[in-house]
């Protein structure tokens, strides 16, 4: 982006140019991407103190902000450099979370505090993009407290195993770090969700991939299993009926036959089978929920 601010001067010759001032109190910026660090620094003390007389909102105050993001870039890529391990697929969105964070130091910095900006910058950079990958980097999602709590517990655990020659235990880590067990716990169950693996991945032993893939050995609910436990639960009622209630149960549903039907069978109306039927199918119904 080509930057005018209305002024006569370029930045052609580094910092020694940056100091010819135009009209306006600010040099000419051509090309903000391009300028070096060392000039960066110098440009942005004078465009952070045009910044402050200007009004928010105007085409000026935007041209001087943009600059100022353009100029000091660098130091959004050289915050992500730390992150650099995490591969090339990810530089891209480090560097947009790192610019958010340049964009914030920006609009809060203060040049009367005498701080330089650089270090002023760096921590919300650095901050924008470990936010980042707290906030993305879980395979589960999981809360920030949580999230929070689990690099304290690391840095507890690692602590404590150097001084004390062993693994901590769960009421050193607590009393460590002032919290109750329970929290310890909590903290400990909820890093699991930090990362996952494939169930499409062969199964081993000791992180080693053999074998059948896990999905292959993970359950599903089984029908079956319903209509086992049913009849888990009905076989002792049934056994509280009297003869003629179980053969006109079996005759109805095991051989299919007619209200009328077993009514000659028996030798009773089909009117007393239905109701012989219906009461004895809600005895049944009322002691199933019961059991439950």
């Known amino acids: 982006m080509t930057v005018a601010t209305g002024v006569t ?3 052609s010759g580094g910092a020694q140019a940056g100091r010819r001032l135009a009209v306006g109190g600010l040099p000419l910026v051509a090309d903000p991407a391009k300028v070096s660090p060392k000039d960066a620094r110098e440009l942005s003390k004078l465009y952070f103190d045009r910044l402050q007389s200007l009004e928010e909102g105007t085409e000026e105050y935007s041209r001087a902000r943009g600059t100022l993001i353009e100029m000091n870039m660098s130091l959004v890529r050289f915050s992500a450099r730390r992150f650099r391990s995490r591969g090339p697929q990810e530089w891209e969105d480090i560097v947009q979370v790192g610019t958010i964070g340049l964009i914030k130091a920006i609009d809060r910095f203060d040049l009367s505090r005498e701080t330089e ?3 002023f910058a760096i921590p919300y950079i650095v901050g924008e993009m470990k936010r980042f990958f707290r906030d993305t980097s879980w395979a589960v999602h999981v809360p920030r407290r949580l999230q929070e709590l689990r690099v304290e517990l690391a840095k507890a655990r690692d602590h404590l195993t150097a001084v004390l020659d062993a693994p901590p235990t769960l009421a050193e880590l607590a ?7 329970d929290e310890v716990v ?5 890093a699991n969700g930090y990362t996952a693996g494939s169930i499409d991945l062969p199964a081993g032993d000791d992180g080693e991939e053999q074998g059948h893939p896990r999905a292959e050995s993970v359950g599903s609910p089984d029908p079956a299993m319903e209509l086992f436990e049913d009849l888990h639960t009905l076989a002792p ?7 003629r209630e179980r053969s006109i149960l079996r005759m109805r549903f095991g051989q299919d036959m007619t209200q009328a039907d077993i009514g000659a069978e028996l030798g009773l109306s089909q009117m007393h089978i239905s109701r012989l039927l219906a009461r ?7 002691g199933m929920l019961a059991e439950r």
């Open 280 to 286: 004895t199918l809600s005895e049944l119904r009322s």
């Open 186 to 190: 909590e903290g400990l169950v909820a």
């Open 237 to 243: 009622l049934l056994a509280k009926l009297d003869d």
């Open 175 to 181: 009393a460590y770090l002032e919290i109750t067990e």
């Open 117 to 119: 900006f650089t270090t």
């Open 9 to 11: 001067g370029t930045l």
